[in-house]
T-cell receptor, first 115, second 114 residues
């Protein structure tokens, strides 16, 4: 089992550009959540996708958008990049988003640097 | 989401027990207590969770106070591999709006000395 995979591992962009990050969930998982982790901080919830729809959203602007595909993989898109978007972006997958025991499995993350 | 309070850092020696405290005085009756940890250069990983009773698994034990306003993650014999940031998280299991969202705080940085 490959677990949660994310691509690319690292990415460097300049202000104003757009970026797309990708995530493949753990086998058998149908729910994908995205988190942003700034240096020295805990991860912050961006949004969650289930059945190809955004199920819940954290306090992030509309520049952050996502998509989930029929095979449950997901993309995170960030438009008009700002310096403050530099962070580690984590993808987590799970089963049954409303269950009491839906352990989330995290990928290794994509390190985004905005210059 | 209810808030948790953890010490910024703790230190331990290898092969000694470690008790990581977490305060959650505003916990509600439907909140589960979850612990995740994040090893250097990795994504967080699940450690353990519980509601009211103490819990044990292969990684750790979770001791929950009777009033549920605090809990302690116990690593019985710390190894160098246990050096990580440990996050105590409350997750509402009342259904409806939580959908599995995890609200991370700053966590506790655990240093393990050889």
């Amino acid at each position: 089992d490959a677990g949660v995979t994310q691509s690319p591992t690292h990415l460097i962009k300049t202000r104003g550009q757009q970026v797309t990050l990708r995530c493949s969930p753990k086998s058998g998982h149908d729910t994908v959540s995205w988190y942003q982790q700034a240096l020295g901080q805990g991860p912050q919830f961006i949004f969650q996708y289930y059945e190809e729809e955004e199920r819940q959203r954290g306090n992030f602007p509309d520049r952050f958008s996502g998509h989930q595909f029929p095979n449950y993989s997901s993309e995170l898109n960030v438009n008009a990049l700002l310096l403050g978007d530099s962070a580690l972006y984590l993808c987590a997958s799970s089963i049954d988003p409303t269950g009491s025991y839906n352990e989330q499995f995290f990928g290794p993350g994509t390190r985004l640097t905005v210059l | 989401d209810a808030k948790t309070t953890q010490p910024n850092s703790m230190e331990s020696n290898e092969e000694e027990p470690v008790h990581l405290p977490c305060n959650h005085s505003t916990i509600s009756g439907t909140d589960y207590i979850h612990w995740y940890r994040q090893l250097p250069s990795q994504g967080p990983e699940y450690v353990i969770h519980g509601l009211t009773s103490n819990v044990n698994n292969r990684m750790a034990s979770l001791a929950i106070a009777e009033d549920r306003k605090s809990s302690t993650l116990i690593l019985h014999r710390a190894t160098l591999r246990d050096a990580a940031v440990y996050y105590c998280i409350l997750r509402d299991n009342a259904g409806g709006t939580s959908y599995g969202k995890l609200t991370f705080g700053q966590g506790t940085i655990l240093t393990v000395h050889p």
